[in-house]
C-alpha cells in the first residue's frame, strides 16, 4: 500500500511510479492532504490499514 497526499511539499508528484518495486499486492491511494496523512486524514489512514490488514486474514 502506498499512499500520496496531494499536497505533500515532500514528494511533488507522488509515489505512484515506484508500484514496479513491489514483488506482491500493491495498491496506490492518492488522498487530499498533505505529507503526515495519520494526521491530516486519520480516515484514510486507517482504511489504508484496514485494507492490508485485510490481505493476511
Do not use: I, Q, Y
Not at 518495486?21 to 496523512?37: A, T, W
Amino acid at each position: 500500500m502506498t499512499l500520496d497526499g496531494t499536497r505533500d511539499p515532500l514528494k511533488p508528484g507522488g509515489t505512484a511510479s515506484h508500484a514496479p518495486m513491489f514483488s506482491g499486492r500493491h495498491e496506490h491511494r492518492v488522498v487530499d492532504c498533505g505529507h503526515n496523512l495519520p494526521w491530516e486524514a486519520p480516515e484514510d489512514f486507517a482504511a489504508a490499514v484496514l485494507t492490508v490488514r485485510s490481505w493476511t486474514s
